[in-house]
C-alpha cells in the first residue's frame, strides 16, 4: 500500500517539475497580453466623510480601545483614573493594549480601513508619523471641537500646531516623550552624545539603536550637521551611507523596538538609544542605568490618540480624550506611566498626587528644552517609501 | 461491471474533494495572491494603489540586493538541520532501542517544550548565552573565548536558537522509523560477523532513511525562513531571509518586493528538496 503512494508521489513530483518550468515559460509568454483577475489593488485611500457609522454611543455606554503596553495606570484600582472614568461618565470601556508597533499595527488594519470597513476599535493611539499617515490616508474621523474642549484648553504650546494636523481636528496627544540616549554607568562610563554610540570604539557591538526609521535617522542626520526638521536628499544619502558604514564595522549590536532595557540591565548593551519614559521606569529598579541628553539635543514625539473610520462610539471616545485632558487626572496619569505630561496644568496638580516628580525634567521638561527638541520632517508619499526601504536595507543585512 | 468501475471512480473524486478544496483555499488562492503582488508595479503604494504591470524586474532587483541574507538563510538553515540531525538521531536511537520502560515519558520530554512558547523558549537563550552569564564567563575562563567574545549577537547563537527551536521535529520522525526496525535483523547481521558498526551502516542506518528524510525536511524547510530567532538572537549582521521579508512588509510597505522574494523562497526550496528526495533515493521509502 504504502509503496503505490510513494510511487504515485514520485511521478507527480517529477511532472509537477515539468509543469512548473512550462507554466512560467507560458505565463512569461502571456504576460504581456493577460491581466489578472481578483487582485488588483487600488490605492487605499478613503473619505472619512462617506466611512462613518451611525454613533450609537447614547444608547451603547461602552467604548472600545487600543492601546500600547504599560501605558496607562492599573485599571483595576479604585481610585485610579480608568475606574473613576468609567464611574463618572456611566462609561464601559473594552481596553486592550495591543499596539506594539506602528507599523505592525498599520499592516493589521490596513485591509479594513483601506475598503472602508469596521476595525472594532473607536480609540487607537499611535505615533505622529503613522498618525500623519492614516489622516491623510482618510481613515481617521476628526473629532467634534464642542466635545473636548479641554484638548484645546490644556494641550501644552510645543505639542500644538503640528504640520500634519495643525488645528486638532483629528488628533489628541495620549502621552508624548523624548528620544535620548541611555547607558549603564556600572558597565561603561559616561556617554554624552549619539556620535560616541556610532563611533566610541570600547562601546562596539554593544549599542543598540531604535528599529523606527525616524527615530534613529532624526539622530544620524544631526550627528552629520544636518537638520531633521529640514534635510535635503544629498544630506539623507550622506546620513544612510554613514549609517550603513557603521553597521558594517559590527559597532551595532542590533536595531530593536521595545525590549532594549533588558539587555541594558543585563549588561548584554552598554548604551543604547531610548525613550524617556522607559528610562524613568528602569532608573526606579537599576540606578547604574542613566539617562543622557545627547549633545546632539532630543527628539520630541506623541503617541495620539485617533477615532478611526467607522467606529460606533465617538461621542465616547471624545468623553475619553476630555476627560484625560483635565489637569487632575493627567497627573494622576503621569505618575504612574513617567511619559512626558502633554496636559497644561498638570504640573501644579500633581504636588497633591506625588511631590517628588513635580520637578521630574522628563516628565515635566522645563520649555528651554523643549524649544530645542527637534522633529523628523514630514515625507511625502514616495520618499517616506524610498527611505523606509533604504533603511530596511541598512538594517536589515 | 463498468457501473461500478465508474461509480467507483466518482467515490474517489467525492474522497479528493475535502483536501482538494483544502488546498484551493488555503494554498492555490494565496500563492496566486502573492504571485500577482510580487507583479506589481514597484512605485505602487497604499495611496497610489498597486499597479499590475507584470515587472518581473522585481525579481532581479530583490536578487541583487538581498542574496547575502538569502544565502545566510541556506547556511544557517543547513547548518541547523545538520546539528539537529547528529543530536536527534542518538536521541532518537537512544529512545527507540535503549529507554525500555522510560520510553514514554523521554518522548513527553521531547515534545514538552512544546507547552512554553516560541518566543518564550528563544527569549530564554539570552539569558543562557548572556554577556555576563554563565556560559560565557566559563568559556572566557577557560579561554576558549576570549575576555571580549561573546555568543549572543552573533551566527552561533542564531544556529543554536534553531536547532534547538527545530530538534523535536527531527525527533520525532527518526523516532518513528528506528522503532518500527525489527530488531532481529540487527541481532542477526551480529550472527553474520558484522560489528557494530558495521551493523548500524548495513541495517539500521538504511532502514531509517525515511525518518532521515522527513526529518530533515521537517527541520531545513521552517528553518530557512525562520525570522524569529535572528530577530532575537542575531545581530545586524545575520539578519535571514524571513527578517528582510518581514521588514520590507510591514515596515518599507515594499509589497511587490516582499512578495518577489517569498516567491523566490518557496521555489528555492521546492528546488532544493526535489533534488534531495531524488538524490535520496528514498522515493519508495517515503
Known amino acids: ?315 465616547n471616545a471624545e468623553a475619553w480624550i476630555d476627560y484625560y485632558y483635565e489637569p487632575e487626572v493627567a497627573a494622576k496619569l503621569a505618575a504612574w506611566v513617567n511619559y512626558i505630561c502633554p496636559v497644561d496644568g498638570a504640573r501644579q496638580a500633581m504636588e497633591k498626587v506625588d511631590a517628588s516628580l513635580v520637578d521630574n525634567p522628563l516628565i515635566f521638561p522645563d520649555e528651554q528644552v523643549l524649544a530645542e527638541t527637534f522633529d523628523f520632517m514630514p515625507l511625502d508619499d514616495r520618499q517616506s517609501q524610498e527611505y523606509e526601504r533604504e533603511w530596511a536595507n541598512v538594517t536589515g543585512g | 461491471m463498468a457501473e461500478t468501475t465508474r461509480r467507483k471512480g466518482r467515490v474517489g473524486y467525492l474522497l479528493i474533494l475535502p483536501g482538494g478544496l483544502w488546498l484551493l483555499l488555503f494554498f492555490a488562492f494565496p500563492f496566486y495572491s502573492l504571485v500577482a503582488t510580487s507583479l506589481y508595479d514597484p512605485s505602487g503604494s497604499d495611496f497610489r494603489g498597486y499597479e499590475m504591470s507584470y515587472a518581473f524586474g522585481n525579481y532581479v532587483d530583490v536578487i541583487r540586493d538581498y542574496w547575502q541574507p538569502m544565502l545566510r538563510s541556506l547556511l544557517y538553515g543547513a547548518t541547523a538541520t545538520f546539528f539537529c540531525l547528529v543530536l536527534g538521531y542518538v536521541l532518537a536511537y537512544a529512545i527507540a532501542f535503549k529507554s525500555g520502560r522510560w520510553k514514554v515519558l523521554l518522548l513527553v520530554l521531547v515534545i514538552a517544550p512544546f507547552f512554553t512558547s516560541f518566543l518564550i523558549r528563544t527569549l530564554s537563550w539570552k539569558l543562557l548565552l548572556a554577556d555576563d552569564g554563565f556560559v560565557v564567563d566559563t568559556l572566557q575562563f577557560v579561554h576558549i573565548l576570549g575576555a571580549d567574545d561573546r555568543l549572543l549577537a552573533t551566527p552561533f547563537a542564531v544556529v543554536a536558537g534553531l536547532t534547538y527551536n527545530f530538534l523535536p521535529f527531527m525527533v520525532l520522525p527518526l523516532f518513528a522509523s528506528l522503532d518500527k526496525i525489527d530488531y532481529r535483523l540487527i541481532e542477526a547481521s551480529g550472527d553474520l560477523y558484522a560489528n557494530p558498526v558495521r551493523a548500524f551502516f548495513k541495517v539500521t542506518w538504511p532502514l531509517s532513511l525515511p525518518g532521515v528524510v522527513s526529518g530533515t525536511l521537517l527541520t531545513f524547510i521552517p528553518a530557512v525562513g525562520d525570522f524569529i530567532n535572528a530577530e532575537i538572537l542575531g545581530n545586524t549582521n545575520t539578519r535571514m531571509i524571513g527578517n528582510v521579508i518581514q521588514s520590507l512588509f510591514t515596515d518599507a510597505n515594499d509589497y511587490p518586493a516582499a512578495g518577489a522574494l517569498s516567491v523566490i523562497l518557496m521555489l528555492m526550496i521546492l528546488a532544493m528538496v526535489i533534488v534531495y528526495v531524488r538524490r535520496a533515493g528514498t522515493e519508495e521509502l517515503l
Open chain 1, 1 to 315: 500500500m504504502s509503496s503505490v503512494v510513494g510511487s504515485g508521489r514520485g511521478a507527480v513530483t517529477r511532472r509537477r517539475l515539468l509543469q512548473t518550468g512550462g507554466g512560467l515559460a507560458v505565463a512569461g509568454i502571456g504576460a504581456g497580453a493577460l491581466k489578472l483577475p481578483f487582485f488588483d489593488a487600488p490605492g487605499a485611500q478613503q473619505d472619512p466623510a462617506s466611512c462613518v457609522a451611525g454613533d450609537v454611543s447614547s444608547s451603547d455606554s461602552s467604548l472600545i480601545i487600543s492601546n500600547w503596553t504599560g501605558y496607562i495606570d492599573p485599571r483595576k484600582k479604585e481610585k485610579g483614573t480608568f475606574q473613576q472614568f468609567e464611574d463618572s461618565r456611566q462609561i464601559t470601556v473594552s481596553y486592550t493594549d495591543d499596539v506594539n508597533d506602528n507599523a505592525e499595527f498599520y499592516a493589521k488594519v490596513r485591509n479594513q480601513l483601506g475598503a472602508c470597513e469596521p476595525i472594532d476599535r473607536d480609540l487607537i493611539v499611535l505615533t505622529d508619523w503613522m498618525a500623519a499617515r492614516m489622516i491623510s490616508l482618510g481613515w481617521i474621523q476628526p473629532l467634534d471641537k464642542a466635545k473636548v474642549p479641554n484638548l484645546h484648553a490644556n494641550l501644552i504650546a510645543p505639542l500644538r500646531g503640528r504640520q500634519w494636523d495643525a488645528d486638532l481636528s483629528y488628533h489628541a496627544p495620549w502621552q508624548s516623550g523624548l528620544t535620548g540616549i541611555a547607558y549603564n554607568a556600572a558597565q561603561v562610563g559616561e556617554v554624552r552624545s549619539f556620535d560616541e554610540l556610532l563611533h566610541r570604539a570600547d562601546l562596539k557591538g554593544r549599542v543598540t539603536l531604535l528599529s523606527e526609521m525616524r527615530d534613529t535617522m532624526a539622530f544620524v542626520l544631526k550627528v552629520q550637521g544636518a537638520d531633521p526638521d529640514d534635510f535635503t536628499p544629498e544630506e539623507w544619502e550622506n546620513a544612510i551611507e554613514e549609517l550603513r558604514k557603521v553597521v558594517s564595522d559590527g559597532q551595532i549590536r542590533s536595531f530593536v523596538g521595545n525590549d532594549y532595557l533588558n539587555d541594558l540591565a543585563a549588561g548584554n548593551v552598554v548604551a543604547c538609544e531610548a525613550w524617556s519614559g522607559d528610562v524613568i521606569q528602569a532608573t526606579f529598579e537599576n540606578p547604574d542605568i542613566k539617562w543622557v541628553v545627547p549633545e546632539e539635543g532630543l527628539a520630541l514625539w506623541s503617541d495620539n490618540m485617533l477615532v478611526p473610520n467607522l467606529a460606533t462610539h465617538q461621542a
